[in-house]
Nanobody, 115 residues
Framework: QVQVVESGGGLVQAGGSLRLSCAAS????????MGWYRQAPGKQRELVAS???????DYADSVKGRFTISRDNAKNTVYLQMNSLKPEDTAVYYC?????????WGQGTQVTVSS
């Protein structure tokens, strides 16, 4: 059974940095795609960044130039380096890993940016 586990969230002041990690386990195949989503209170879940197996990336306009997604294919692990954090980045961040046509989700990690 595939398990997706995030880590690295926390509380940081505006302008600071955090690095999120996400590992998918329980499968021997490489994930087709991995990505980070976030959901703030009262808002819909939105895509933050995604990365395909061969390295192609995509970012939400709101994080371009501040966030960087990367992955270690051998470990089915994806990272999200978040710099210049803003209070509006406060949300629960979820990791998703796609194997075939099925998306597996983690439980989420809280990121809080204080002003």
């Amino acid at each position: 059974q595939v398990q997706v586990v995030e880590s690295g969230g926390g509380l940081v002041q505006a302008g600071g940095s955090l690095r999120l990690s996400c590992a998918a386990s329980g499968v021997i195949f490489r994930a087709n795609a991995m990505g980070w989503y976030r959901q703030a209170p009262g808002k819909q879940r939105e895509l933050v960044a995604s990365i395909l197996g061969y390295g192609s990336t995509d970012y939400a306009d709101s994080v371009k130039g501040r966030f960087t997604i990367s992955r270690d294919n051998a470990k089915n692990t994806v990272y999200l380096q978040m710099n210049s954090l803003k209070p509006e980045d406060t949300a629960v961040y979820y990791c998703a890993a796609r194997f075939g046509t099925i998306d597996y989700w983690g439980q989420g990690t809280q990121v809080t940016v204080s002003s």
